[in-house]
Every structure is written in structure tokens, then in C-alpha cells.
């Protein structure tokens, strides 16, 4: 069983509108979750992270977590064809536990 | 100096070569990583050092030789690769914070993209 699971996708959306990607992980004491944009050829980068059950912005971007359904989701509102990437899920329990990615979910914004 | 500087950048090497690897971080972080990423394919983890210690080693090939000599500090020596190596490898650092607290993100360098001809 997968330790963290995404959607491969290809997730398309049209420019303007709103991504969604999804995220689940089994290790239900998990503490710490964050989301990578990695560009083709290009190492991961982090842009979001989340520690508590709820919604987080900054930006254009909505990390939201729901512990109690072991969920993570990012939202992308007014999606712009430089967003197209793949997006990473990780997630720690913390501790001296490492960092988990999941395999990523390739979005492309078509103009 | 920024956060997590992977050299060299780019190295074709032939099979019969051993060539190394080097991973420096600036971030006072004390977990570094090794990862392996094939064209389309997702992040492999291949190594991971907490604390200087080995604590994680998934299935690599011996012909991958990792090396923690400090927490700064991370390599990768490489010797009778194969073609099927060749790969974007990816190093990365985080801090670990100790039992009962929170985890931190992963910061990645820029990665070596390895050619073997």
C-alpha cells in the first residue's frame, strides 16, 4: 500500500479557472504536509505547507486538511498556463520520521 | 551561498567510470536525502541520512555508494553504472526536531542530471 497517493493525472483545466489536487496519505499521525510544484527538468519547490485541519492561503493557493478522512487538497484559483507543472503531496509524522512524497499530479493550464 | 547546492550539475560518464556526487547544504538542517528521477517518472528515494546515520536504504544497487562524512555534507559515488541510470538525482536536506514535534519541509538542490553512455 502506498504510503502517500495522487492522482497522475493529467489534470487539465481551462486558463482562469480553478485546479484541484488531491492527496491522501495512510500514516494516520501525520503531522506535517506540504505541497511541491516541479517544473519539467527542474527540481521540486516547496510553496505550501499545512499543519492543522482547515484551509490555508496564501495567494492564489488553498491547502486544505482533513485529518480525520487522512486528506490533503490544494486549490489553484485563476489557474495561468505558468502553473502548469507537476504538483507534489508530501507529508511527515514528524519526530525523526522522514519526508514522504507522493508520485505527483501533472496539471496543464491550456490558455 | 543559497540552501542546498548539488555538484556537478551535468555529467555524462561511461560505464566503466567511477565518478562521485557532492551535496552541500547551508540550512543547519540534520536529514539529508538522495533521490533518483527518471524521464516521466515519480521521485525514488534512495538514501536517507538523519543525524550522520544511515536510516534508510531502499534497494539500490551497490554499484550507488552513499557518504554522510557531517550534516552538511552528502555524496554519492558512482562506479560501473548502466544506461538505465541515467536520471535527474536529486539531493535534499530537512530538520528534524526530535521526538513528539512537528515535521519540516524538504528543501531540494538543483539536481545533477547523469548521462551514462
Known amino acids: 500500500q502506498k504510503e502517500v497517493e495522487q492522482n497522475s493525472g493529467p489534470l487539465s483545466v481551462p486558463e482562469g479557472a480553478i485546479a484541484s489536487l488531491n492527496c491522501t496519505y495512510s500514516?494516520?499521525?501525520?503531522?506535517?504536509f506540504f505541497w511541491y510544484r516541479q517544473y519539467s527538468g527542474k527540481s521540486p519547490e516547496l510553496i505550501m505547507s499545512i499543519y492543522s485541519n482547515g484551509d490555508k492561503e496564501d495567494g492564489r493557493f488553498t491547502a486544505q486538511l482533513n485529518k480525520a478522512s487522512q486528506y490533503v487538497s490544494l486549490l489553484i484559483r485563476d489557474s495561468q498556463p505558468s502553473d502548469s507543472a507537476t504538483y507534489l503531496c508530501a507529508v511527515t509524522p514528524g519526530g525523526y520520521q522522514k519526508v514522504t512524497f507522493g508520485t505527483g499530479t501533472k496539471l496543464q493550464v491550456i490558455p | 551561498e543559497t540552501g542546498v547546492t548539488q555538484t556537478p550539475r551535468h555529467l555524462v560518464m561511461g560505464m566503466t567510470n567511477k565518478k562521485s556526487l557532492k551535496c552541500e547544504q547551508h540550512l543547519g538542517h540534520n536529514a539529508m536525502y538522495w533521490y533518483k528521477q527518471s524521464a516521466k517518472k515519480p521521485l525514488e528515494l534512495m538514501f536517507v541520512?538523519?543525524?550522520?546515520?544511515?536510516?534508510e536504504n531502499n534497494s539500490v544497487p551497490s554499484r550507488f555508494s552513499p557518504e554522510c562524512p557531517n550534516s552538511s555534507h552528502l555524496f554519492l559515488h558512482l562506479h560501473t553504472l548502466q544506461p538505465e541510470d541515467s536520471a535527474l538525482y536529486l539531493c535534499a536536506s530537512s530538520q528534524v526536531l526530535g521526538q513528539g514535534t512537528i515535521g519540516t519541509e524538504a528543501f531540494f538542490g538543483q539536481g545533477t542530471r547523469l548521462t551514462v553512455v
Open positions: 500514516d494516520r499521525v501525520s503531522q506535517s
Open positions: 541520512y538523519s543525524l550522520e546515520e544511515r536510516v
